[in-house]
């Protein structure tokens, strides 16, 4: 399995030839360093929440273009798509299902405080190995995962509870997200700060520029 980030919380999985994206959101284009087309044709999209970093119709329907996948959402993003025109499938938090030949386990995940409507948001467990947790460090019930992708960065987010969050579902492996509003500088330091503390306690931390990807 290979993991492929782009920008902020967009990740791409493959498998075996199958590639499952999550949450391209606008934060990955704005600033003309990724074009959507350029992530290619995938065979299924994960969306884990309607915060536009997350969800951007305006990217999905140029990757879908490439190819018609099925998008994997609960029914608050699903109403939202629609009024793009953009279909979408229901997912609930505790259901199982195969997604483009990926076993994806949705989780209930509530969305961190923040001082605006909080949107409802799901956490995905990808082939019971990766977890993308949304916007969220408080997924229930807690799964133990091998590989995490971390928000690092947030307006809700503090660093020492998204190091207990990683302690708490076991990950061995974590890939930082939730990171495209940083400055290069403070970007850097803030993932020396994250390794440092991951690497002395046995857990990898593998920050990923854009288009790079980590094999499992």
């Not at 999550?22 to 284009?29: E, T």
């Not at 329907?61 to 029914?75: G, M």
């Not at 993003?77 to 997912?91: G, Y």
């Not at 930082?176 to 991951?198: C, M, R, S, V």
């Amino acid at each position: 399995m290979t993991i492929k980030k782009f920008l902020h919380s967009c990740i791409l999985i493959e498998n075996e030839g199958r590639r499952l994206l999550i949450d391209p959101g606008a934060f990955s284009f704005i600033e003309g360093k990724l074009k959507p087309e350029e992530i290619g044709a995938v065979d299924g999209i994960l969306i884990t929440h309607s915060h536009a970093d997350h969800c951007y119709p305006k990217a999905l329907k140029k990757i879908l273009s490439l190819k018609p996948a099925p998008i994997i959402a609960h029914q608050e993003i699903i109403d939202l798509l629609a009024k793009e025109k953009i279909s979408a499938e229901p997912i609930a938090a505790g259901e199982i299902r195969e997604v483009a030949g990926f076993s994806v386990q949705a989780f209930k995940a509530p969305h961190e405080p923040i001082l605006t409507d909080i949107p409802h948001n799901l956490a995905f467990f990808i082939n019971k190995t990766l977890l993308h947790p949304g916007d969220s460090l408080s997924v229930n019930p807690l799964p133990s995962c091998e590989i995490l992708a971390l928000p690092v960065a947030s307006p809700w987010a503090r660093r020492v509870d998204a190091v207990t969050f990683t302690q708490q579902v076991n990950a061995k492996t974590v890939i930082p997200i939730h990171d495209a509003f940083l400055k290069d500088f403070f970007l850097k330091g803030n993932d020396e700060t994250y390794g440092t503390y991951f690497t002395e306690r046995g857990i990898a931390y593998h920050p990923l520029a854009l288009g790079e990807s980590l094999k499992i």
